[in-house]
């Protein structure tokens, strides 16, 4: 089925650790999004690019970074984590400007003890 | 910081009836997005609603928009078991190059 594919679903790390969270979508969108998901928070903006070759800060990008490795790819990296970003973290996709709303993966549930 | 505040935060039916939650935002907005969460899952698009539109329908869903009171609603018709989750409303706001989202309404529709 088309969509947006994350992994992992589920990671644990120690504090300091790092790691990578895989998307991929196969919708052909230009613009593709980090969002983590706290409990009572909603989603926050971590990161977007709005097309291939191009990255932006979100609302709380502090301890993260991004590659846009292609159209098709939009990967999230945790350099040393820390216990404050244990939350799901969901990737999504969409056209510019909104119009037609996101897809997004089903969510990477991140625990760092 | 959060655009778009839902209310209520839970809501609890029974099957058959109508379920309604608003969302409020607080600045000039291009449209407003409705969007269902399974547990444990990611996000659905539901409906998009323009700032220039005051209703929108779709199936048992009906959206309208108050760009005075910069507020929306979602009713949901003849409520289903199936239609348990939570709903977010999402703002498209003037200038921001992604969606704003809210804290969400959890339903629970009651068999």
């Known amino acids: 089925n088309a969509g947006v594919t994350q992994t992992p679903k589920f990671q644990v790390l120690k504090t300091g650790q790092s790691m990578t969270l895989q998307c991929a979508q196969d919708m052909n969108h230009n613009s593709m999004y980090w969002y983590r998901q706290d409990p009572g928070m909603g989603l926050r903006l971590i990161y977007y690019?709005?097309?291939?070759?191009?990255?932006d800060k979100g609302e709380v990008p502090n301890g993260y970074n991004v590659s846009r490795l292609n159209k098709r790819e939009f990967s999230l990296r945790l350099e040393s984590a820390a216990p404050s970003q244990t939350s799901v973290y969901f990737c999504?996709?969409?056209?510019?400007?909104?119009?037609?709303?996101?897809?997004f993966g089903s969510g990477t549930r991140l625990t760092v003890v | 910081s959060q655009q778009g505040e839902e209310d209520p935060q839970a809501l609890s039916i029974q099957e058959g009836e109508n379920a309604t939650m608003n969302c409020s935002y607080k600045?000039?907005?291009?449209?407003l997005q409705w969007y269902r969460q399974n547990s444990g899952r990611g996000l659905v698009h539901l409906i998009l609603?323009?700032?220039?539109?005051r209703e929108k329908h779709s199936g048992r869903l009906r959206v309208t928009l108050d760009t005075s009171k910069k507020s929306s609603s979602l009713l949901i018709t003849a409520s289903r078991a199936a239609d348990t989750a939570s709903y977010f409303c999402?703002?498209?706001?003037?200038?921001?190059?992604?969606?704003?989202f809210g804290s969400g309404t959890r339903l629970q529709v009651q068999p």
């Open positions: 600045t000039s907005i291009n449209n």
């Open positions: 999504a996709s969409g056209e510019g400007q909104q119009i037609y709303g996101y897809t």
């Open positions: 999402a703002t498209d706001e003037a200038g921001r190059r992604a969606l704003t």
């Open positions: 609603i323009r700032s220039n539109e």
């Open positions: 690019s709005a097309s291939e070759g191009t990255t």
